[in-house]
């Protein structure tokens, strides 16, 4: 079986070099220009990758669990544009139909992506992510902590507000 780590570089790999993302590992939020505490009750986040899509300036964030639980990547959707469950396929196939859906389900209804990947790196996108609310104060440090990271080197204006 695939560890979080396996997960997150094969995924990393396919978003850089095949969907030209600009990447982070392990992007680390803290309080000290946000409320962390009031907006998700925890001092820090750490989210196992993100990245930005260099076409439409979309913030995305990817969290790599080794089983179909989408309730952990849930409280990430207030600081990116879309937001992804990643988990080894064999996971996902190996679960009961009732449990596999009801995760399914709430992710559909929450808006969290879920994506898949096989041992032998192949991806599959099994629920697309609605694109959440994302606040523009947030976004502002979400971007401040990834650019100081290392240099954006895309427009971070969104695609969808770039017209106004």
């Known amino acids: 079986?695939?560890?979080?780590?396996?997960?997150?570089?094969?995924?990393?790999?396919?978003?850089?070099?095949?969907?030209?993302?600009?990447?982070?590992?392990?992007?680390?939020?803290?309080?000290?220009?946000?409320?962390?505490?009031?907006i998700v009750d925890q001092e820090l986040i750490r989210i196992d990758l993100s990245g930005i899509n260099q076409f439409d300036g979309s913030v995305h964030f990817f969290e790599a669990e080794t089983q179909l639980h989408i309730q952990h990547p849930a409280i990430y959707r207030q600081f990116c544009d879309y937001c992804y469950l990643v988990c080894p396929e064999s996971q996902f196939d190996r679960l009961d139909t009732k449990t596999k859906q009801q995760q399914m389900d709430w992710a559909t209804e929450i808006g969290v992506g879920i994506i898949t990947i096989s041992e032998e790196g192949n991806l599959r996108v099994r629920i697309h992510a609605n694109r959440q609310h994302f606040d523009p104060l947030i976004r502002k440090e979400v971007l401040r902590v990834m650019n100081k990271r290392f240099k954006i080197r895309v427009n971070t204006i969104p695609l969808w507000e770039r017209a106004r």
Do not use: G, P, R
């Open 1 to 38: 079986m695939l560890t979080e780590k396996q997960l997150v570089e094969y995924l990393d790999k396919i978003l850089t070099d095949k969907m030209h993302f600009q990447t982070y590992i392990e992007l680390q939020i803290t309080n000290k220009y946000l409320d962390l505490a009031e």
